[in-house]
């Protein structure tokens, strides 16, 4: 036995154990606010405590642990603990281009589907996206919004030749696999004349998403509909979307074969995936180790669990998804756009 190897993989893992139990501390501090107090100025955790209408002893512990963690600021001769402008950008805006305990949200909701997925793993069957706990959704949207509100209107929509023209003066477009409508409303907002419609297969998801769509003050020009990726209603479409979601789908062929059929003949499908290389040995860094943990937990067992007997996973890569595009008769596919998460292709008929 090598002992350098071994001290090597030890402290590997103290870091994993650190991060995993932090994960608990960093969700702690969205759901009470404390991020948010902090981030009013420098304070003792009795000060802290009395922001938040929390109690002064758990919140010690929290202010000492994100100071280990490096979440936050720890000035020993004063004993307060404080936010840099880095850390307040990052941990303190739910709405803002960056917002990092929203992943924690997300896999801490995800996490709670062990038993589930263990049992998955021996018998090979499915768990479906709507089967997790509420967390997994808006934990979903936390994550993912912050890349879309930063990138879909300023970077993605104009890289695809001509479509901000078409939606400005007035489109059509469907958002297959909305979710909770993050991406649905933010084109409706930035496109008021045209129609979005937003579609999933997840009721409850559609649910919130005509609220948050209601709220943003966009139900005029939003529409929103029950249904599976394959079976989104209407055609004629200027821009198809799908965000985050081709690789969950257990027939994702047969949704490319629908977008097609609903296309317009000068339309565009913006996909929206993961960042990942074709070849697994180029996936071996952290964005990947990423990726491979949560669709081992929601990517693949939801595909799993629908028919059609794909599982893409959530680090297919770009050849994958092109085969399945080109298959369903698009004949034009490219990389658009891409960012450190996820990468963006364009396909035309």
Not at 80 to 89: I, N, P, W
Request: hydrophobic residues 40%.
């Amino acid at each position: 036995m090598d002992e350098g190897m071994l001290n090597e993989l030890l402290g590997r893992f103290v870091t994993d154990l650190g991060a995993t139990i932090g994960a608990g501390g960093i969700v702690v501090g969205h759901r009470l606010g404390l991020y948010r107090a902090l981030a009013e100025g420098p304070a003792t955790p009795e000060q802290l405590a009395r922001r938040t209408g929390t109690d002064t002893r758990y919140v010690t512990e929290w202010c000492y642990g994100q100071a280990a963690g490096g979440y936050v600021e720890r000035d020993a001769d004063a004993s307060t603990f404080s936010l840099s402008e880095e850390q307040a950008f990052a941990l303190t805006d739910p709405s803002g281009p960056l917002y990092l305990p929203g992943a924690f949200v997300l896999a801490l909701g995800t996490l709670r589907a062990e038993p589930q997925i263990t049992e998955a793993y021996r018998t090979g069957a499915g768990m479906g996206w709507h089967e997790h706990h509420e967390d997994v959704f808006t934990g979903c949207e936390m994550f993912f919004r912050p890349g879309y509100l930063a990138n879909l209107v300023a970077t993605w929509i104009p890289a695809l030749d001509g479509v901000g023209e078409k939606l400005a003066a007035g489109g059509r477009v469907a958002d297959i696999g909305c979710g909770l409508g993050a991406s649905t409303v933010l084109m409706a907002e930035a496109y008021p004349r045209t129609t979005v419609t937003g579609s999933d297969y997840h009721e409850g998801s559609i649910e919130i998403a005509r609220k948050r769509a209601a709220d943003a003050g966009v139900s005029a020009n939003t529409r929103f509909e029950v249904a599976p990726a394959d079976g989104f209603s209407g055609s004629g479409y200027d821009l198809v979307a799908t965000f985050d979601c081709l690789h969950d789908m257990g027939d994702p062929s047969s949704t490319a074969q629908h977008v097609r059929r609903a296309i317009a003949d000068d339309g565009t499908w913006l996909i929206v995936e993961p960042i990942a290389a074709d070849t697994a040995a180029d996936n071996m860094n952290p964005v990947g180790r990423v990726y491979y943990g949560f669709s081992g937990y929601l990517c693949v067992p939801n595909a799993k669990s629908q028919s059609g007997g794909y599982a893409l996973g959530a680090q297919a890569g770009e050849a994958a998804i092109r085969d399945i595009v080109t298959a369903a008769g698009f004949t034009r596919f490219e990389r658009a756009s891409e960012t450190p998460f996820n990468a963006v292709f364009a396909a035309r008929p």
